[in-house]
């Protein structure tokens, strides 16, 4: 440990920068498309040299200039404030507590979490799972497939099966009831029975539109049925959940621990997936890790496959890290998988760092 970097870990300034990142697979979802991942990357300089990375996913480009102000002016307040995530976290949320913390504004707030801890566990010269007590492992990955229709479906399965993974989630919601099924049943075939398969609705159901279809799809084995309904619907959420017999998961929407208690104060879900901008970033997620810890939940993670290897080594309920690369193309190196796991290496900090290259060419 470099107690000398410790001492001199004052935030100088922070840097947010959009980049527009192209994906090798669209995501294609029962409710929309995004084509190519609109990113804001974080730059956090400490006044030793030390620079914590991180960034957050918009989902649309039209909030990635707002966000990318966001998380600038937020940067403002740490400036000039000794390295402390959890400190900033207070610090941030009691800026916000007029205005609420929620949507964009949670984004930007986990956005410098997440820099703040890279950088902490950088000054300690520690990967951030060790830094938080645990140590690097590789964690059980699914690979995040779309509504890529047969064909394609069918290509990303076998790729998927032959580079080692052991469970693939795919995205359904077809207009058709017949088609959700067909997919389903071409995909279970190619797989075979030995390999997970989830499957991911995205809110696109109503809830007897639900019950209808998970009572069809019951057949093929499936590990979970994932946002059968809209997210914010816990009691309707429940109501599909009692009547189904495949796990219902939820949780990449929760923003903050808050809403993920509600949730399963409300008997919501049988699986549980916070997203790690949503819920706050390191120390939104390590309160979510708790709580699942106290509820029995399994938790897995959703996206920024890069830092949730590093906090599912520390999750007491660690289930699956969701492999779905939307910042490959910039980072400098992107997160290894082998035998169907992630594998983060174990140099110090979260392993996001920039391929400024690659971020000067998809720059917005
Ligand atoms: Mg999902």
């Not at 840097?15 to 669209?26: G, I, K």
């Not at 966000?67 to 900033?88: D, E, M, W």
């Not at 984004?107 to 010269?125: P, V």
């Amino acid at each position: 440990m470099n107690t000398e970097k410790i001492a001199n870990c004052i935030v100088e300034r922070i840097v947010a920068r959009s980049v527009m990142v192209p994906l090798e697979y669209p995501v294609k979802t029962s409710v929309g498309t995004v084509d190519a991942s609109p990113l804001v990357l974080i730059d956090l300089y400490l006044s030793n040299g030390i620079v914590g990375h991180a960034y957050v996913f918009t989902y649309t480009p039209l909030a990635l200039e707002s966000t990318r102000v966001l998380v600038q002016s937020l940067g403002t307040v740490l400036c000039g404030q000794a390295l402390a995530p959890y400190a900033f976290d207070r610090l941030l949320a009691a800026r916000l507590r007029l205005i609420g913390r929620s949507g964009i504004a949670m984004m930007a707030c986990a956005g410098l979490d997440m820099a703040a801890w890279d950088a902490l566990a950088k000054a300690h010269g520690l990967p951030l799972a060790e830094l938080l007590g645990g140590k690097v492992r590789p964690v059980p990955a699914y690979d995040s497939h779309s509504m890529d229709g047969e064909t394609i479906g069918l290509l990303r399965a076998e790729r998927a099966v032959d580079a080692g993974f052991r469970a693939i989630k795919i995205k359904i919601g077809y207009k058709d009831l017949r088609d959700d099924c067909h997919i389903v049943e071409v995909i279970r075939k190619r797989i075979g029975s030995e390999v997970d398969l989830m499957v991911d609705y995205n809110q696109s159901l109503s809830v007897p539109e639900a019950q209808r279809r998970i009572r069809a799809l019951q057949q093929y084995g499936l590990s979970w049925i994932e946002e059968p309904t809209l997210q914010e619907d816990y009691a309707g959420h429940a109501r599909i959940r009692t009547q189904a017999a495949l796990p219902i998961q939820m949780g990449e929407n929760w923003c903050g621990v808050e809403e993920m208690q509600r949730a399963l104060d409300a008997g919501a879900c049988d699986l549980g997936m916070p997203d790690v901008m949503k819920i706050g970033g390191v120390t939104g997620w390590l309160k979510a890790a708790a709580l699942a810890e106290m509820r029995g939940l399994p938790m897995s993670s959703h996206i920024f496959q890069e830092i949730s290897a590093h906090l599912l080594a520390v999750t007491p309920t660690a289930h699956w890290l969701e492999r779905m690369d939307l910042a490959g193309p910039v980072l400098a190196k992107p997160l290894a998988f082998r035998d169907g796991a992630a594998v983060p290496d174990d140099a110090p900090g979260t392993g996001v760092a920039w391929n400024e290259e690659a971020v000067a060419r998809f720059g917005v």
